[in-house]
């Protein structure tokens, strides 16, 4: 949904990070609940995603993740407009189940 001459978007972060020891389990949990704490859900193991009502918000949470990168590891970030997240064909087993919506109402931060 356009807002504003902005439209909303999806940041997905995808990672990979290494649990080998136990520093770096730690910091694969700092990571993952810094993701949970700044409103992104988990779309499968490894793969968050947080519905941003504007490209500036989106920019802003990628700039957070960047902050909180692990030592270690692989993450990726792309961002989606909300057409092309509604696209992501989903199944669970051979049945399809509905891509995940975005929030119906405006957030202020």
């Avoid at 993952?32 to 918000?57: I, K, M, P, W």
Wanted: hydrophobic share 35%; proline share 4%.
């Amino acid at each position: 949904m356009a807002f504003g001459g902005y439209r909303s978007m999806w940041v997905v972060v995808l990672f990979d990070l290494p649990t080998d020891t136990k520093a770096a389990k730690r910091a694969y949990t700092d990571f993952r609940e810094h993701l949970l704490s700044s409103g992104f859900l988990r779309l499968q193991y490894s793969v968050y995603a947080r519905h941003c009502q504007t490209d500036e918000n989106a920019s802003v949470q990628e700039g957070k993740i960047r902050a909180a990168l692990p030592k270690d590891g692989e993450v990726r970030i792309i961002s989606l407009t909300d057409k092309q997240f509604e696209r992501m064909k989903v199944f669970h087993g051979k049945t399809r189940q509905p891509t995940e919506e975005g929030p119906q109402q405006l957030s202020f931060f």
